[in-house]
């Protein structure tokens, strides 16, 4: 009884620290672009909160006090959110951004209630550095292939040999747009280097 005991302690106090260790690589990027370290945690409903690290006082994160933060979901998992304006908006929003480099890729999930249930619509954006997002893809309903390809090629086109791989495939999912944006970047960063 009593190894299990001190077992169970032992557990107990590896998770603290773990959970330690993993809210000290947590941060908000301000609007002034300072990197404040700490905890961010996220309620199922409502907005995410931060507190420095040190501190128990949390904030709320938003656009008006955050240009990004980064949270750790598990040792394996951890999600970054930036805040951009979306194309014909005015207004920042927060978007989960699943690839950085020359590309970056941002993702929107939009959950609505119908009298059937709930709806998730995922939709994807793309920009070149910190310009205008350009719409990618949708869940949803949307417009033809056609027109989200010219979409796509606005942010490949300047790479003809990987533009006319994509032109290729017969495929325009998540998964293949992304792997594109991932050759794209280190295609990118392989010249960058070289030079």
């Not at 008006?64 to 951890?78: D, P, V």
């Not at 606005?154 to 944006?181: C, T």
Request: aromatic share 12%; net charge positive.
């Amino acid at each position: 009884m009593m190894k299990l005991t001190a077992l169970a302690l032992f557990g107990l106090a590896c998770l603290a620290f773990t959970q330690t260790a993993m809210a000290q690589k947590e941060y908000i990027v301000t609007l002034k672009r300072d990197t404040l370290w700490g905890e961010v945690s996220k309620t199922i409903f409502g907005k995410p909160r931060f507190a420095e690290a040190g501190q128990s006082k949390t904030i709320a994160i938003n656009v008006k006090n955050t240009k990004a933060y980064h949270r750790i979901i598990s040792l394996k998992k951890s999600e970054t959110f930036v805040a951009r304006i979306l194309p014909e908006k005015s207004k920042p929003i927060f978007l989960q951004l699943h690839e950085q480099g020359d590309i970056q890729l941002y993702e929107m999930e939009r959950t609505s209630g119908t009298m059937y249930g709930s709806v998730t619509v995922t939709s994807w954006f793309a920009s070149k550095g910190d310009g205008p997002l350009i719409y990618l893809k949708t869940s949803g309903l949307s417009f033809a292939r056609a027109e989200k390809e010219n979409n796509f090629e606005q942010l490949l086109g300047d790479s003809p040999a990987l533009w006319a791989k994509f032109k290729a495939e017969k495929s325009f999912s998540f998964s293949m747009l992304r792997n594109y944006i991932k050759l794209y970047n280190q295609e990118k960063k392989t010249m960058t280097t070289s030079k």
